[in-house]
């Protein structure tokens, strides 16, 4: 009997970037430097005839790299550009330089919108007012593999998150104080105290991570 799923008429048919391959040439190598970034070993299998297959995931991330022996005929170190999401950079680059690695100063690009190729048009330091999608920093695997990281705090519309997720305490109590500023100009515009305010607040904080239409 085939599988059929049930899911309401119109809505779309979900594809989920699960795995990124990584081309590595020195697999122990490549999964002692992944592994000293906190990411999460979730497999790592070898078949003994010259097929082995490494798995890890960055903290807070839905999709995972893999790379290994025999997994891709791509050259080691020819990725470029892959990209991990921080909801602040400056943490996020001090971190990594903890950790050992070779991150460069952030920075921005200035044309405002992603990125160039390579290091053309990088200008130095984050984004005017550290704007969402504007600030950068950049490193690379052992192998070469490149890397960038993209300061985002609140999505544009549309971009909608599968889950809601904060990077510490500070992070959540931001949150909170924008949700209470936007709910106190919420209740004066109607001239009613709300007593469902919790709810009023999970909504507005729900909406804000996701990108959608916020509350008023």
């Known amino acids: 009997m085939s599988h ?3 899911r309401p008429a119109g809505q779309p048919l979900e594809y989920k970037l ?11 190598r490549a999964k002692a430097f992944y592994s000293s970034l906190g990411w999460r070993e979730d497999a790592d299998f070898s078949t003994g005839d010259g097929f082995r297959v490494a798995q890890l995931t960055p903290p807070g991330s839905e999709a995972s790299v893999i790379f290994g022996t ?9 990725v470029e550009d892959l990209q991990l999401t921080v909801f602040d950079i400056d943490a996020a680059r001090a971190d990594l330089v903890s950790r050992g690695v070779d991150v460069s100063e952030v920075w921005h690009d200035e044309g405002g919108v992603f990125h160039h190729a390579g290091t053309t048009a990088r200008v ?21 593999n490149g890397w960038i990281l993209q300061e985002v705090q609140v999505r544009l519309p549309g971009r909608v998150a ?19 500023t936007a709910h106190g100009e919420h209740e004066a515009r109607t001239g009613q105290e709300d007593p469902d305010w919790p709810a009023w607040y999970a909504d507005y ?11 008023v």
Do not use: I, N, W
């Open 162 to 180: 599968v889950t809601t997720r904060y990077t510490d305490a500070d992070a959540l109590a931001d949150a909170l104080r924008r949700a209470a």
């Open 4 to 6: 059929v799923s049930e």
């Open 18 to 28: 699960e795995v990124v391959v990584l081309p590595v040439a020195d697999v122990d």
């Open 205 to 215: 904080m729900v909406r804000e991570r996701a990108g959608q239409e916020l509350p």
């Open 70 to 78: 025999g997994v891709t005929a791509a050259q080691p170190g020819s």
């Open 124 to 144: 130095p330091g984050p984004a005017p007012e550290h704007a969402d999608y504007g600030s950068y920093a950049s490193f690379r695997d052992p192998d070469g």
